[in-house]
Each structure stands twice: as C-alpha cells, then as structure tokens.
C-alpha cells in the first residue's frame, strides 16, 4: 500500500502562472485535507473535504481551489500563483471517526518566484 | 477560535536529560495528537490522547492530557540524538461539526539533543 502519495514533489512557478498539486490515498479514509507549512508557522488547513462530495474552507483559503475527484483523490489548484504561496504543501486523510488520526503525504516543495 | 501554542519553540538539551513540552489549547477539547517531524520529512503520528487523564508512551516519549487544564504534555525521558526533531501538538476543533473534525496545530517545538 502506498498510503498517501502527493505530486508533484518540487515545482517552481512564475508569478501568475497555474497548477494543480495532486493528492491520492489507498487507504479508504473518508476525509482529506490540505495544508501548507511555512518556516515558524506550524501546518494551516487551506480546505477540507470530509467526504467524497463536499469540500470545506479552513484557515488560509484565499488564492486556492480544490476537487474531491473521488474517494482516493483530493487536488488542489492555484490559479494564478503568487510568491506568498512559497510554501510546503501537505495532503493528509483520516477515517473521519474517533480517533481520527490524520495521515499525512511527503509533502510537495512549491517556490513561487 | 481555536489557538494551540507550544512552549518552548525551540529546545536545546544534552543526551541523558529529560524534559517536557508543553501544549495549551483556547478552547473545550478532549481530542488530542502529537506528531513528530524530521527536516526535510513528512509528519508521523506519535500519540492520540482521546480523554482526561490520557497518558500514552512510547520508548523514552510519554504524552499526557489534563482536559481541565487544556494543557497537554510530552516528556521525554534520558534523551538521546535520535529524538532530535520538531514535535508539533494538534487539537481538534469540534466547530466544525459533523463528524469529521479539522485540527489546529501548534506552531512545533524545534528539539535538538546534543551529544
């Protein structure tokens, strides 16, 4: 089982440009979320999805959107990159139950230059 | 709005000593996790403490939860080099219904055991 995969792993972007970090898990969880690490900052949920069909705003959403494509698949795009999102990106699942640990990815280095 | 903080930020301490971190949180909560980084990694799950009076251990790390106070502890005992790591505490926010709950997280405790 590979758990919770992420790609890209490392991707530069200009200012304005587009993309989307891609999140898939194997793990049957119900819930995905995505956070971004900054250096001091701890983790920040950008958005949420508790089930497959919805998606939630968390703390930092501004300049990001995102898809649950289905169970495994949680993606999240940037229209139009700027240099504030220079950051780590994270992906992690839970079953959504008590004790719902969360799992996380290996992350997803993104500079914004 | 649910705030974590952890103290220290940063520890520094020789191999054989123990110590704890300490994890206040803002607001009602009885579900708690910790997590262990090393640089350049992923987060890795080390103790969920579900209730008051919650005590977890694991080799020289033990984590304790105090609802009351809503203070959680991590101590680690007779240090060693390879805990050396950011630890990071995680509340859940029980705000945001359902029954899949977000966390907020503390802003890590940066642990480096020194020879």
């Known amino acids: 089982n590979a758990g919770v995969t992420q790609t890209p792993k490392f991707q530069v972007l200009k200012t304005g440009q587009s993309m989307t970090l891609q999140c898939a898990q194997d793990?049957?969880?119900?819930?995905m979320y995505w956070y971004r690490q900054d250096p001091g900052m701890g983790l920040r949920l950008i958005y949420y999805?508790?089930?497959?069909?919805?998606?939630d705003k968390g703390e930092v959403p501004n300049g990001y959107n995102v898809s649950r494509l289905n169970k495994r698949e949680f993606s999240l795009r940037l229209e139009s990159a700027a240099p504030s999102q220079t950051s780590v990106y994270f992906c992690?699942?839970?079953?959504?139950?008590?004790?719902?640990?969360?799992?996380f990815g290996p992350g997803t280095r993104l500079t914004v230059t | 709005e649910l705030k974590v903080e952890q103290n220290p930020l940063f520890l520094s301490m020789q191999e054989g000593k123990n110590y704890t971190i300490y994890c206040n949180y803002s607001?009602?909560?009885?579900?708690l996790y910790w997590y262990r980084q090393d640089p350049g990694k992923s987060l890795e799950s080390l103790f969920v403490?579900?209730?008051?009076?919650a005590v977890k251990q694991e080799g020289r790390l033990m984590a304790s939860l105090d609802t009351k106070a809503r203070l959680s502890t991590l101590h680690i005992t007779a240090a060693v080099h390879d805990l050396s790591a950011t630890y990071f505490c995680?509340?859940?926010?029980?705000?945001?219904?359902?029954?899949?709950?977000?966390?907020?997280f503390g802003k890590g405790t940066l642990l480096t055991v020194n020879p």
């Open positions: 992690a699942t839970s079953y959504g139950l008590p004790a719902y640990e969360q799992y």
């Open positions: 793990m049957n969880h119900n819930s």
């Open positions: 999805s508790a089930s497959e069909g919805t998606t």
């Open positions: 607001t009602t909560s009885d579900r």
């Open positions: 403490l579900l209730s008051n009076g």
């Open positions: 995680a509340v859940d926010d029980k705000k945001s219904g359902g029954s899949n709950y977000k966390l907020t």
